[in-house]
């Protein structure tokens, strides 16, 4: 999702993109999408929409991740594989390194807190 808002590929992100890059992407992305008429979207209804449910998915999966690892990581639960747990390590760290967004990055430290809270517990 951070690529796409970044316009790069993934092996690309490593600096958060800056906003005028993020609106260019979506721009580009409106325009493929047959959404905007060539021109400049920067204030469009459909610009808005798709950078609220960007920040909005970003922020809930990261909300989510957070959830997922108190449950697997809890006393009972059913665990996590290594690679898994490296897996979510590298999303979360990715949104807290490759972020802007302020919901984004307080969901994102949130769910940081979880694992390091879980794993310390899980030891």
Not at 12 to 21: H, R, Y
Not at 23 to 40: C, F, M, R, T
Request: aromatic fraction near 4%.
């Amino acid at each position: 999702m951070l690529a796409a808002l970044a316009g790069r590929r993934d092996d690309e992100l490593e600096v958060a993109p800056s906003f005028a890059d993020m609106g260019v992407a979506l721009e580009s992305v409106l325009v493929a999408a047959g959404d905007a008429a060539g021109g400049s979207v920067v204030l469009s209804q459909q610009y808005q929409l798709v950078l609220a449910c960007c920040w909005l998915n970003l922020k809930e999966c990261s909300y989510f991740l957070g959830e997922l690892i108190t449950a697997c990581l809890a006393r009972h639960g059913p665990g996590m594989d290594v690679p898994t747990l490296q897996r979510v390590v590298r999303v979360l760290r990715r949104v807290l390194t490759g972020c802007r967004h302020k919901g984004a990055i307080e969901s994102a430290r949130v769910a940081w807190a979880q694992l390091c809270t879980a794993a310390l517990r899980h030891a």
